[in-house]
């Protein structure tokens, strides 16, 4: 048995190859932006003791507090990568010791000494004894004698009533602020001064009663009522005052709490407006600098899935916006310039590139907002050009994005702590139980509220950016925020359909695949939330590994940056998943909205015709007209090619040129059928006469390309010579002659797209120029033959290949006449700006 591998099969694998590895160049400085900060996994070594909470808390003598302290341990600053900046990370299984000051104090700690958890908690309960006032606390790690220590105190004989509580802006508190006074047997002191003082806060807020003397109850009672407008939280400074010093303390801190609705509504959309605008104003500064080159690009990747997912999550990255490449597909699409299935992998690149926007926003860029805005705006106001007005736009909309980041956080942080919000965003609260397993309904739930929130936004990197908001300011945590950001996937599909409205069938397909595709994926992805992976979600697990920091700690590492690594991972895979079968989603979708359009495809043509426009021949005629200047505009790049591998004796684009002299007739075949159809319906006399005109520069245009495959074979005699191609001499006369047929051919793609007569003019003279170009060649190279500098074998080669640049020149005068006839006869040239610029390449120097 004999193992055969055809060609076909080693080019596949090339491909394959080839393909993987673009995959995995292009995925890597998004992996990058993933993993910045990446730190070791766990620090053992202390460096720095905090009291995270409970400090300050008062208690009755011989009670224990009512919260437990929380001690976190740190270590010392480590470098990340990608230059981030330095953190420090939570210190593991180490020994803490709490210890009271004054041992006659009768205070303790339970348990006094421990060792901290995963996140670089210690956690004790104080039990205080009989003496009044201040009781200090020593916090140390007694395996680590260099780690400074670090002091706390709690206040024994006081019990406060009605802390923590939150009001509308302008309203009073529902209750009475109070402070008990006790003695050391907890029996309430009568007619002890209480000073209260507003620290903090909108100085417009208001206490009934500053300096109140305690009644039998040991109470002293005050009212408080907060400033018009102010949202945030006021800190109210209660000091007793004891002449008879049986009780000295230090001042007592009572919060209270209020809420502008107006203003904190205004701010949180005012914030996310900004970032909006700011996102908008990037991606189309981006879009004016890099001009049609993205369109270029797009059209440049698109030979298959791979290439097209790829040039998708370029171009999105590029321009920060998945709205306007879908916008952009959809676009080519209904111009017949993409494919179905195309398209399709254009959109799954666009779902990763439109994640670098949040990857951004999850870095603490905010310091860089207000000198960007600054920036901009001088580029913006100074410079003249379209593309440096272009830049500045984008640097405005950068800092405009992190300014409208930063105050959407600024809102929401003040309001973190509120017991209105966070029983409202309890409602969906997906912290999984203790199985590890999250509730339903919940998940649901925050589904259809990150759905809900794109659709009408219109843009998820901006409700991607509003989740990241939420999760830093500790409103929503990490189990919430990916349910979140799933149906905020979902949503953004909103922007296809209204984008696909009022076109073709294939374009809505295009529109249907995208919301499939995102469908499929969380539905796949909700089931993975009830996967455990050490009792938390298997997803949100893997997530936390790749991402710097801790999110399940006590205090959540990073969350942001986690949330944003959720929204990228979940769309690689999303693109790993649905890649594979995109010829399957094109067919379902098909299936559910079944094309109108006969003769779908052209994959590997140089034009498709809309076979709609045949019952308007004005519209019909200008597809044609814009067919016939992409195969002219082939049929040059043909043969420069051509011209190229002659001069270098070089045949390794044998394949290449061959497929593009096939693509040239197949577009000659195609527009000559178009045309023929067009006859059948009712046209205007000029209509009819412009029909014969259109044909007559097809068959030209198509003979240029045989006139480049006549030229690429004389590549073949040449190879035989053993002192190499051309001389200098003849080489310099062929790129002078070739260098006035690719100036003849660009003043001629440029009248037609223009209709420009002077340049359809000068291109009939330029042809003229050529055939005596050529009849001074031929003399010069007699000259050379008598002379013995040429070789009679190239002598041939080089009469050949003038007489076939000559009738290269004769066929584009030929267009160029026949152009005059059809401006004559009034037809509309309207042609796409892609198909304004020749693009004919010029042939490499011969070396």
């Not at 507090?65 to 230059?83: D, M, N």
């Not at 901290?116 to 003496?131: E, M, S, V």
């Not at 930063?406 to 997906?430: G, N, Q």
């Not at 019952?615 to 051509?642: C, D, G, H, W, Y």
Request: aromatic share 6%; net charge neutral.
């Amino acid at each position: 048995m004999h193992l055969t591998i055809t060609r076909f099969e080693v080019w596949c694998a090339r491909v394959g190859a080839a393909c993987r590895r673009g995959l995995a160049l292009a995925l890597m400085p998004l992996l990058l932006l993933m993993l910045a900060g990446c730190l070791p996994g766990e620090e053992r070594v202390p460096s720095v003791i905090s009291v995270r909470s409970g400090a300050g808390q008062t208690a009755l003598p011989g009670a224990a507090c009512e919260q437990k302290v929380v001690i976190e341990v740190f270590g010392p600053p480590r470098h990340s990568h990608l230059g981030a900046p330095s953190q420090r990370r939570p210190a593991t299984d180490v020994r803490v010791q709490i210890e009271p000051v004054y041992s006659d104090s009768g205070a303790t700690a339970e348990p006094a000494i421990g060792s901290t958890d995963k996140g670089g908690i210690f956690r004790a309960t104080l039990c205080l004894g009989r003496a009044l006032g201040d009781q200090y606390f020593k916090v140390t790690c007694p395996d680590f004698s260099e780690v400074k220590p670090v002091f706390f105190h709690v206040v024994n004989g006081l019990q406060l009533i009605g802390n923590n509580q939150e009001t509308l802006a302008g309203d009073e508190l529902p209750a009475p602020i109070q402070l008990r006074v006790v003695d050391e047997d907890q029996r309430p002191l009568a007619n002890v001064p209480v000073f209260f003082t507003r620290t903090s806060g909108s100085p417009k807020a208001k206490l009934s009663a500053r300096r109140v003397m305690t009644n039998a109850d040991g109470l002293a009672t005050t009212m408080f009522e907060s400033a018009e407008g102010y949202t945030g939280k006021y800190e109210i400074l209660a000091e007793v005052g004891d002449n008879h010093s049986a009780f000295r303390s230090r001042g007592v801190v009572i919060q209270a709490m209020a809420i502008s609705r107006v203003n904190i509504v205004i701010g949180v959309l005012g914030g996310l407006g900004i970032f909006i605008f700011g996102m908008m104003l990037m991606s189309d500064g981006l879009q004016q600098f890099a001009g049609d080159r993205l369109k270029g690009l797009l059209q440049l990747f698109t030979g298959n899935r791979f290439f097209a997912m790829l040039a998708g999550m370029v171009v999105t990255s590029l321009i920060q916006s998945s709205s306007a490449c879908t916008v952009m597909v959809v676009g080519f699409v209904n111009a017949s310039l993409l494919n179905l299935t195309q398209a399709i992998g254009v959109i799954l690149g666009a779902s990763i590139g439109t994640t670098i926007t949040a990857q951004m926003v999850s870095f603490k860029l905010d310091g860089l907002a207000l000198p960007a805005i600054s920036i901009g705006v001088i580029f913006v106001l100074v410079a003249k050009k379209s593309q440096m007005r272009g830049v500045g736009n984008a640097i405005l909309g950068f800092g405009l994005l992190f300014y409208g980041m930063t105050l959407m956080s600024k809102e929401l942080k003040a309001i973190a702590d509120f017991p209105t919000f966070v029983s409202f965003f309890r409602m969906f609260d997906c912290t999984p139980d203790a199985a590890g397993y999250p509730p339903f309904m919940a998940v649901l739930g925050a589904i259809a509220v990150g759905t809900v929130m794109t659709m009408v936004v219109q843009s998820s990197s901006a409700t991607v950016g509003l989740a990241i908001a939420l999760a830093d300011s500790g409103l929503i945590n990490f189990y919430t925020a990916v349910p979140l950001i799933l149906g905020d996937n979902i949503g953004t599909t909103i922007t296809g359909f209204l984008a696909a409205i009022n076109t073709n069938r294939t374009a809505m397909q295009t529109a249907l695949a995208a919301t499939i595709t995102k469908l499929l994926g969380v539905f796949i992805m909700v089931p993975l939330l009830y996967v455990p992976w050490e009792k938390v979600p298997c997803f949100l697990q893997l997530v936390n590994t790749i991402t710097s920091g801790d999110v399940f700690s006590e205090t959540p590492e990073n969350i942001g940056r986690h949330v944003a690594a959720a929204h990228s991972l979940f769309n690689i895979c999303n693109v790993i998943m649905f890649l594979p079968f995109v010829n399957a989603i094109a067919a379902a979708v098909r299936f559910v909205l079944p094309a109108k359009v006969a003769g779908e495809g052209g994959e590997g043509r140089i034009c498709y015709l809309e076979p709609h426009l045949l019952n308007t021949p004005s519209a019909a005629l200008n597809q044609v007209l814009f067919a016939l200047i992409s195969m002219t505009r082939e049929a040059m790049t043909l043969s420069q090619k051509a011209i190229n591998a002659v001069l270098h004796c070089d045949k390794s684009e044998a394949e290449q040129v061959r497929a593009m002299e096939n693509r040239v007739d197949d577009a000659q075949r195609d527009i000559i059928d178009y045309l023929v159809k067009l006859t059948r319906r009712t046209l205007s006399e000029r209509q009819s006469a412009t029909i014969p005109v259109f044909m007559h520069c097809v068959n030209d245009v198509e003979r240029i390309g045989d006139r480049a495959i006549n030229i690429f074979d004389l590549t073949e005699p040449l190879a035989l010579q053993n002192d190499g191609p051309f001389s200098e001499w003849a080489v310099n006369e062929i790129t002078e002659i070739n260098e006035h047929i690719r100036k003849l051919a660009d003043l001629l793609i440029e009248g037609m797209t223009k209709n420009d007569e002077g340049a359809i003019t000068k291109v009939v003279q330029l042809e003229a120029e050529v055939k005596m170009m050529t009849s001074r060649f031929e003399r010069n190279h007699e000259a050379r033959l008598n002379s013995k500098a040429c070789t009679v074998e190239k002598g041939v080669v080089y009469d050949e290949m003038l007489a076939n640049l000559e009738r290269i020149a004769a066929h584009l005068s030929n267009v160029a006449q026949r152009a005059k006839d059809m401006l004559l006869h009034h037809v509309d040239f309207k042609v796409p700006v892609a198909a304004t610029a020749t693009g004919i390449p010029q042939p490499a120097a011969s070396k």
